[in-house]
């Protein structure tokens, strides 16, 4: 199974300020169609999780355009620039590349 | 607007089975990939079984694979997760979710216990 690694697992950000969350992978999310399969989900508190990026860099529908997602073929970041209180919760990354899909243990967002 | 709506969640004993729906609206359901992904007490996610459109292909996680069955019925846009011989480790918020999961429905819960 692929395994992916978040870090840090927990981060305080004053708002207003940066906050960048890595994931990392055990084996290259790029397809043989040119598309890395790596998505980031946001859970807010007592909500279902929802879409932020979707394959690696493309902001989902609604998403503000503080986040951005980057990377290579192992290596992933999602920035979060001008945190603001709406963004706290927890952090998912998730491969859809190949089966057993498996999702990153989480990095929860807190405000200083 | 696209929703996700599961229902048939509960209490349940061990070696029990229970079937959860997912109803879909908003979207045109039979073109698209559905998931189940859990999410056991203060856990993070687990995907557990993914249907094709068509219901052509069907994948599951290794830990319910053989005790759980993904189906879906296009003519009602509903989406299905059969669970045999539960476990206590099954205990989780269940959620539907659309695609890459652009869509996840509120879940529902499924607490296994004696």
């Known amino acids: 199974d692929i395994v992916l690694t978040q870090a840090p697992l927990s981060v305080s950000v004053t708002p207003g300020e940066s906050a960048s969350i890595s994931c990392r992978s055990s084996?290259?999310?790029?397809?043989?169609?040119?598309?890395?399969?790596l998505y980031w989900y946001l859970q807010k508190p007592g909500k279902s999780p929802q879409l932020l990026i979707y394959?690696?860099?493309n902001l989902a529908s609604g998403v503000p355009d503080r986040f951005s997602g980057s990377g290579s073929e192992t290596d992933f970041t999602l920035k979060i620039s001008k945190v603001e209180t709406e963004d706290v919760g927890v952090y998912y990354c998730?491969?859809?590349?190949?089966?057993?899909?498996?999702f990153g243990a989480g990095t929860k967002l807190e405000l200083k | 607007e696209v929703q996700l709506v599961e229902s048939g969640g509960g209490l349940v004993k061990p070696g029990s089975s229970l079937k959860l729906s997912c109803v879909a609206s908003?979207?045109?359901?039979?073109?698209?990939?559905m998931h189940w992904i859990r999410q056991a007490p203060k856990k993070g996610l687990e995907w557990i079984a993914l249907?094709?459109?068509?219901?052509?292909?069907?994948y599951y996680a290794d830990s319910v694979k053989g005790r759980f069955t993904i189906s879906r019925d296009n003519s009602k846009n509903t989406l299905y997760l059969e669970m045999n011989s539960l476990r206590s480790e099954d205990t989780a918020m269940y959620y539907c979710?659309?695609?890459?999961?652009?869509?996840w429905g509120q879940g529902a819960s499924v607490t296994v216990s004696s």
């Open positions: 998730a491969q859809f590349l190949e089966y057993p899909y498996t």
């Open positions: 084996k290259s999310l790029l397809s043989s169609k040119g598309i890395t399969s």
């Open positions: 249907i094709y459109y068509d219901s052509s292909n069907k």
């Open positions: 979710a659309k695609g890459r999961g652009d869509a």
């Open positions: 394959r690696m860099s």
């Open positions: 908003g979207f045109t359901f039979s073109s698209y990939g």
